[in-house]
């Protein structure tokens, strides 16, 4: 059984940083590919980034240069630190990953980013 839990989101300034982590079970971890997504109020949910097996990386522009995403696979953890804070950055984040083709998402985690 595949469960992706996330931790980490909360309310910060403008201009702050959090660190959003994703414990994964159930899968490879190591071979697996791992996103971060994002959903915010009235808006589709959107890749916000990629981290592949060899640890490649990359980014939707509305992040990039802001946002870092990392992977432990001793700890089966996958992490998004996210710096310069910006209140459009105010949505539920997810953790997501397939396994034969199917894909799996976390429960989310609530980023709110207000003075």
């Known amino acids: 059984q595949v469960q992706l839990v996330e931790s980490g989101g909360g309310l910060v300034q403008p201009g702050g940083s959090l660190r959003l982590s994703c414990a994964a079970s159930?899968?490879?971890?190591?071979?697996?590919?791992m996103d971060w997504y994002r959903q915010a109020p009235g808006k589709q949910r959107e890749l916000v980034a990629t981290?592949?097996?060899?640890?490649?990386?990359n980014y939707a522009d509305s992040v990039k240069g802001r946002s870092t995403i990392s992977r432990d696979n001793a700890k089966n953890t996958v992490y998004l630190q996210m710096n310069n804070l910006k209140p459009e950055d105010t949505a539920v984040y997810y953790c997501?990953?397939?396994?034969?083709?199917?894909?799996?998402w976390g429960q989310g985690t609530q980023v709110t980013v207000s003075s």
């Open positions: 981290i592949t097996r060899g640890s490649n990386t």
């Open positions: 159930g899968i490879i971890f190591s071979f697996s590919v």
């Open positions: 997501h990953t397939k396994r034969a083709s199917y894909g799996y």
